[in-house]
């Protein structure tokens, strides 16, 4: 971790401090020392699973971290913030030894982008820019499509939170295989799969909506 900021000194050079949009999100700076050799920094996530440094003022492809060692081993630290630090406005955190890396995100540090076949021949779902060094098996049965706004989700690492995003444009190659037994004006019920067609358990729709409470 240490030797992949180097690299990026540019970035995390000690600048102004951050104040959140009107004020909202508490005082911070990016590599501040609350405590000896303690040293705190802040990301975002956005809702195609690419990892920002939280007050970067443009975010896209070209400023997005993409270096595959630094992203899984920042995605298989990350887990829920309970530091008691930062935990309404950052919930999620990746600890790096003495680094605290605080992360926000659109909707779920999760985001899964890939459906791949691992070595096995199992299928995998990959997730935040890790291909198959990031990925949990694929549970067809367990998708979720929320009606108010489309969006789809998969069970994830359960440290966490336990449920991952499914990026647009892989929900898309997905929704085909969606069936709407009550209408397609209802959520689906059922997904056909490898021949197979599978009743929707929607056995994670509490934790999402527990997060979108936690939200506002």
Request: hydrophobic residues 30%; proline residues 8%; aromatic residues 12%.
């Amino acid at each position: 971790m240490r030797l992949f900021r180097a690299g990026l000194g540019f970035l995390l050079r000690p600048g102004g401090i951050l104040r959140g949009p009107e004020s909202e999100r508490p005082l911070y700076q990016q590599g501040q020392s609350p405590s000896p050799r303690t040293r705190e920094y802040f990301y975002y996530i956005d809702h195609q699973g690419q990892l920002f440094l939280d007050d970067a003022k443009v975010k896209n492809f070209i400023t997005c971290f993409k270096d595959k060692k630094f992203l899984v081993f920042f995605f298989k630290q990350l887990k829920v913030n309970q530091s008691g630090r930062y935990e309404d406005s950052f919930p999620y955190l990746s600890p790096c030894g003495r680094e605290h890396n605080y992360i926000r995100c659109d909707d779920l540090p999760v985001v899964f982008t890939h459906l791949l076949h691992g070595a096995s021949g199992e299928e995998l779902l990959s997730y935040c820019g890790g291909a198959e060094k990031l990925a949990v098996p694929f549970q067809p049965e367990k998708l979720v499509m929320l009606p108010e706004n489309g969006r789809v989700y998969h069970p994830g690492p359960e440290k966490a939170g336990g449920v991952g995003l499914v990026k647009s444009a892989l929900a898309f190659e997905l929704s085909p295989s969606f069936e709407y037994e009550q209408g397609p004006s209802q959520p689906p019920t059922h997904f056909r799969w490898q021949d197979k067609r599978r009743a929707l358990t929607y056995e994670l729709l509490p934790l999402i909506r527990g997060k979108d409470k936690e939200g506002g």
